[in-house]
């Protein structure tokens, strides 16, 4: 089947970010055809040469950055997107009207594809003015501080960029030609704004899609614009269309693939159905690696991480000041770059004052991550936070001993098979890391015991073949030419096999694509009565 | 693992309400949360937990948030702070602006308007927009804080500030067009060429005060922008600045011609039998009314232009730039004299751009 994998950011860099999941992804099913989307930062990448050979194609759109240049709409069609506009800003900051955010959302996406003017629209005065009239308007919910002048363009800029995705060229014409359109289903990795064109297409051609994210989209932009230079209007109103979007999203996924329970909790509290939600963690290929060779000769305990302050090496050096008490031979290795200026330096005088500075060093980045943990006995964390089980699942996979603070994921990582502390409690933290320096029987059970949860829970092929059932079970709930069975209008020929005998079995029992049973029949607890309706008529409609 | 007195650095001595405990801790945070969301992404990053919520009797932190953004009143925001007022950066460009305009002048002027020295001395007018011009911001970006801006260890946040450059086209267009605007009228100098070259030194010289009108200009705009409650009021505010700030230049420029003429009434005086009244008398004598309203002409073709480079109209600036010197071109091709040929030319241009940079400059979306 053709599966149109949507995603966002700098995915061709292996050092950063997501690395090769969806490469692995697309290489693990040769079984189907995979069709790259890409939303790309101020400048389009060029991923085309250096593709990986498992995609049919890539497609990019410039996301963030200069707007690209396309000629305004006249006078009357410009009165249609102020409409859809003022709906759509309506449900960002008026609360009672939080419901006509879809609508206001699809609208706006017919809209940008019968002429592609939408990008000019947004960026024009009457979209300032829509937006400041509606921001204005008694009831509007803007968390303390009217909108001044500037916040106003600042916040039609941001609202611009996000919609970017709306006048993408991908759509289609429906089953059978190129596009969206012409995909079985569509997969979103890492939601927000990649999640755009999967919702219209499931508007417009009733194309289901699967929503896989490591590390929440939405809760990492709370994080980032709490620190942004933005007035608190703007950052209420888009945080308010992230969340909007967000929920959207939700509701009209077939398939909800968290990378932990964790994140799950958060899609749930905002409105992700639990009968629709699989954890699938993320596989990492550091599973086939061999287990790190034997311990150094001196109890090491070895700490990496972003140097900054979420990440709370400070904590580790005062537990390690009390380690160093009880064994003075310990040492201790913090791998890592600096983050926040002026962190590094804050640590080195932090760690002179404690008198510990002898033992410990700042090895900076390691060659690879397994090094790093070779270098040490018992690999520590003591971070704040864990948002993401990659870091934590790479120490366990070395088979070293970990010891965690219980933050975050940490209790569903490491489970059973390493020490959990409380986090900022340097007692209990030392505690910990002196217990397993001193017992080297239990630190093996536990490196190993480690190492065997984590290669089975973090592999590639359970991945794999968790997205393999999924795709099959969501084609054989929705039909594959949801006009009536002809072809599309480009006049390429019908697929008939391009189906499996799922589907022409479940069709039969069906009055539209989202009546059936399963992942799709629970989508009618969303309460959209947009996307219940036959796609047909709702482009009739829109 | 979940002793009360090592809770977040509480103190050990139990309280009858611990959600207060952790309000006081984070009262930052929640008074600037726009959402119970926001505070619960805040808490969690802080390092509490489900354990933290059963604490304060909460099934999980959700609700604790939302108790927490419902007790903490919102802070009213600040107002925006004002931006550093860059006066050494701003008195940088305009010496720069007045140096570079005014020693190509002064060669052509001591070295005769020949074409080698002419083509010479184009270059670094051409190239004044350019140099002084501030370093463009790009278009407003939000955070990136999307999946894989960092990873675990601290990569390279890479800084991708979108910042375009400014070494572009319709500058260089500009910097022509200024080159020309000054270079003409010595080249074509007539009768009294010590009178033309005085004034075009005078003009040259004003070059950096037009640059300090437009950065002037822009400040006002920003200052504005950030206390205008809406779009209307902002444009009613900006309405008087952008007369008041090609005065500002014009009268600047009278000072320096006048004072250009009273430096050339000394040096050489005007032929013929001796007239009477003081130097100042003298000096205002010295150039006819055609000669001031054209050094007028030329004083807005310098600035307006430049106002409008700086709001971002680059294309609108270099095509004034450009118009002004054409015009008057083509009026000397008509077989009109110099100061003439510069009024009437420059003259239709300059009020066409005028009306154009009041439109334009006076909303808001020039002083992002």
């Known amino acids: ?542 | 693992m979940s002793g009360g007195g090592t809770a977040a650095g509480s103190p050990g001595r139990p309280s009858g309400d611990p959600v207060r405990e952790v309000m006081a801790e984070h009262r930052a945070l929640c008074e600037r949360a726009v959402d119970p969301l926001e505070i619960a992404a805040g808490l969690e990053e802080a390092g509490l937990g489900a354990e933290a919520a059963a604490r304060c009797r909460h099934a999980d932190l959700f609700s604790l948030a939302e108790e927490l953004y419902a007790r903490v009143p919102r802070r009213p925001t600040p107002p925006p702070t004002a931006r550093d007022r860059q006066c050494g950066a701003a008195a940088r460009a305009t010496l720069t602006a007045a140096a570079l305009a005014v020693l190509p002048c002064a060669a052509v002027a001591g070295l005769g308007a020949r074409w080698p020295v002419l083509l010479a001395a184009a270059v670094p007018l051409a190239l004044t927009p350019a140099l002084t011009a501030e370093p463009p911001a790009g278009p407003v970006r939000p955070p990136f804080a999307s999946p894989g801006a960092a990873d675990e260890l601290g990569a390279e946040r890479s800084a991708q500030r979108g910042t375009g450059t400014r070494w572009r086209p319709a500058a260089l267009a500009h910097g022509v067009g200024l080159a020309v605007l000054l270079l003409l009228p010595t080249a074509v100098a007539g009768g009294d060429r010590p009178l033309t070259v005085a004034m075009v030194l005078a003009a040259a010289v004003s070059a950096g005060s037009a640059e300090r009108a437009a950065r002037w200009y822009r400040q006002v705009g920003r200052g504005h922008l950030g206390a205008a409650a809406t779009l209307a009021e902002f444009r009613a505010r900006m309405r008087p600045v952008l007369p008041v700030a090609v005065a500002l230049h014009l009268a600047v420029l009278t000072v320096l011609t006048f004072a250009a003429l009273a430096v050339l009434t000394v040096v050489a005086p005007r032929p013929g039998p001796g007239h009477g009244g003081g130097l100042l008398h003298l000096a205002a004598e010295r150039a006819g009314a055609v000669h001031w309203a054209a050094q007028g002409v030329l004083g807005l073709l310098l600035v307006l232009p430049l106002l409008l480079a700086r709001c971002g109209r680059w294309t609108a600036a270099a095509t004034g730039a450009l118009a002004g010197p054409a015009a008057a071109l083509a009026l000397l091709g008509l077989g009109r004299s110099g100061p003439v040929a510069g009024l009437l030319g420059g003259g239709a241009v300059a009020v066409v751009l005028f009306g154009y940079a009041c439109a334009v400059l006076g909303r808001a979306e020039a002083h992002r």
Not at chain 1, 187 to 204: D, E, S
Not at chain 1, 210 to 218: A, S
Not at chain 1, 415 to 427: A, F, I, K, S, W
């Open chain 1, 1 to 542: 089947m053709r599966v149109a994998l949507l995603t966002e950011g700098a995915r061709p860099y292996p050092r950063r970010g997501d690395g090769g999941w969806c490469d692995r992804l697309a290489e693990g099913l040769p079984e189907h055809e995979f069709e790259l989307y890409l939303l790309t930062g101020p400048t389009a990448l060029g991923v085309g040469d250096r593709l990986s050979p498992a995609w049919r194609g890539v497609r990019e759109l410039a996301l963030w950055g200069r707007r690209p240049g396309v000629r305004a709409p006249g006078a009357l069609r410009r009165r249609q997107y102020a409409r859809a506009y003022e709906e759509l800003v309506r449900a960002l900051v008026l609360p009672g009207e939080r419901a006509g955010f879809g609508a206001g959302l699809y609208r706006l996406a017919a809209l940008a594809r019968e002429d592609g003017t939408l990008a000019a629209f947004l960026a024009s005065a009457h979209a300032r003015r829509t937006l400041e009239r509606v921001w204005r308007l008694p009831g509007a919910d803007t968390s303390g501080g009217q909108p001044l002048a500037c916040d106003v363009l600042v916040g039609a800029d941001l609202l611009e960029q996000c919609l970017r995705p709306l006048s993408a060229p991908w759509y289609g014409t429906g089953t059978g030609s190129g596009g969206l359109g012409g995909a079985d289903l569509c997969h979103v990795v890492g939601g927000g704004p990649a999640a755009l064109p999967a919702l219209v297409a499931r508007h417009l051609h009733g194309v289901p899609f699967v929503v896989t994210e490591h590390g929440l989209h939405l809760r990492e932009q709370y994080l980032g614009y709490r620190e942004a230079p933005y007035r608190r209007p703007v950052r209420a109103l888009l945080l308010a269309f992230f969340r909007a979007l967000t929920e959207e999203t939700y509701r009209q996924a077939a398939i909800l693939t968290p990378g932990s329970s964790h994140d799950q909790q958060w899609q749930r509290r905002c409105g992700a159905d639990p009968g629709r939600t699989r954890v699938v963690y993320e596989g990492t290929p550091a599973v086939a690696r061999p287990a790190a060779g034997p311990e150094p000769d001196v109890p090491t305990l070895v700490w990496a991480g972003a140097l900054e302050p979420g990440r709370d090496a400070e904590l580790m050096l005062h537990a390690f000041a009390q380690v160093s008490a009880g064994l003075p031979a310990a040492r201790l290795v913090i791998h890592g770059e600096e983050a926040a200026p002026g962190y590094r330096a804050h640590c080195e005088a932090l760690a002179e004052r404690l008198s510990i500075a002898g033992a410990v060093e700042f090895a900076g980045r390691p060659g690879s991550l397994a090094e790093a943990w070779e270098s040490g006995t018992v690999a520590v964390f003591s971070a704040l936070s864990q948002r993401r089980p990659r870091l934590l699942a790479d120490a366990m996979l070395s088979g070293r001993a970990v010891v965690s603070t219980d933050v975050g994921v940490a209790r569903e990582v490491v489970g059973p098979t390493g020490l959990l502390v409380p986090p900022r409690d340097p007692r209990a933290l030392a505690g910990a890391c002196l217990a397993l320096l001193r017992d080297e029987e239990r630190r093996a059970r536990l490196g190993l015991a480690g190492r065997l949860r984590a290669q089975e829970r973090f592999a590639v092929e359970p991945v794999i073949g968790a997205f393999r059932e999924i795709y099959l079970e969501l084609v054989s709930q929705f039909p594959a030419f949801p006009d009536g069975g002809g072809g599309g209008a480009a006049g390429e020929p019908p697929r008939p096999f391009a189906r499996p005998a799922e589907f022409w079995l479940a069709d039969g029992l069906r009055g539209g694509p989202d009546t059936g049973g399963g992942p799709a029949g629970a989508d009618g607890s969303g309460g959209d009565d947009g996307a219940q309706e036959r796609p047909g008529a709702l482009a009739e409609a829109v």
